[in-house]
């Protein structure tokens, strides 16, 4: 008996299968072309809705006022203990005669930011001859009528469901009437520190605390990651020691990051008593967290120098001190610096080990210095976002694009750096 196939019942069985295949790999490659077009649809997504709920922090409404610089209300021993307030409220009095009630002036004073008494001192500080004269000067408006203007509250609703009552919103007409009340550019939101006032917060505080702790973290992670780098991969013995340490190290690059801020907590808060909410202590902690993303780096920088330019260097008399040092180091030296950057910008982004050390707290100064009180970014974003005004909402997003702005940059420096100074071999 024949058991042999013919040829052509072959090539029909061999067709068959080519065209599953063929079938296969192309739904295969659907489904990854879909994967990637899906991710992109979310990731355009999440940053259309960042953009269309922040970019209106960058501008803010102003009201213009005639204000008198009373002498009486100014000739105090202490510039800071003048009324300023009172001649914002006698500027808005004056303006509209006809509101007499107290409740309806209380609802006429918060027309106007609790910032403009400030804005009047500064002006008296600079330029003292103006007192006793009146001065046109604007002022920034209160959050409510700045998410009016900005068309996030409806004026065509109720009355109750909206925080600004008719009269309020009759007042803020006569202004925009008149011309006295606009938009300009928020250039608090990038001088300022935080405020209990959304109108008044900005994010400088929280940038100058973040930039202090990135550089602790660099000047510590640094030279302490490409060190160990180094020994580990060109004089250390290969033995069951380093073995242990490699395993280690890559274990604690997938340790949460919450564990450090626990671990900071512990060792520099509670046992050397370092000052709590603190770049310095953040830098320490953050340093923890990095350290293993930079040793990575720089091993699989110097994996990558070819053997020969060892060779070659031992072979012209060179130790094995001046061969890493003059030879290696300086090849692997651009994928060092980009694991670094890389392992800065994931620092910068972090929350949780920051919260553990107090970096969560309410801070108003600007930090001059590493043991100063301070928070940061993402911090700040979280501590916006947490809050009920509706003008935090924007000043969350806002935040979160100023973030994604230096985290872009960062990678964006990574990737010109590999492929300025990397070589191929």
Known sequence: ?????????????????????????RRFRLCGLFA????LVCLSTLFVSIFVNGYTAFFQTHIQLTVFLDP????????MDADFSGMVKQSLRTKFPDVKSRKDKRKLYALVSSGAAYQLMDIVKEYPQKIGSEIQVWVPADDDVDMLMKGHIKRNVKESDRRLNDAQISWIETFEEQGKIRKQFNFTFFTSGDSREPELSGVRGAVSGSFLTLIITLVLSFPIGVAT?????EFAPKNRWTDLIEVNINNLAAVPSIVFGLLGLAVFLNFFGLPRSSPMVGGFVLTLMTLPTIIIAGRASLKSVPPSIREAALGIGASKTQMVCHHVLPLAMPGMLTGTIIGMAQALGETAPLLMIGMVAFIVDIPGSITDPSTVLPVQIFLWADSPERAFLEKTS??????LFFLITMNAAAVILRRKFEKKW
């Open 1 to 25: 008996m024949n058991n042999s196939l013919s040829p052509s019942r072959t090539l029909d069985i061999v067709h068959k299968g080519l065209k599953r295949r063929v079938n296969a790999e």
């Open 36 to 39: 990637i077009i899906f991710s």
């Open 72 to 79: 009486d209300k100014i000739d105090t021993p202490n510039i």
């Open 229 to 233: 780098a180094v020994y580990l991969e």
């Open 398 to 403: 806002a935040a979160i694009m100023v973030l």
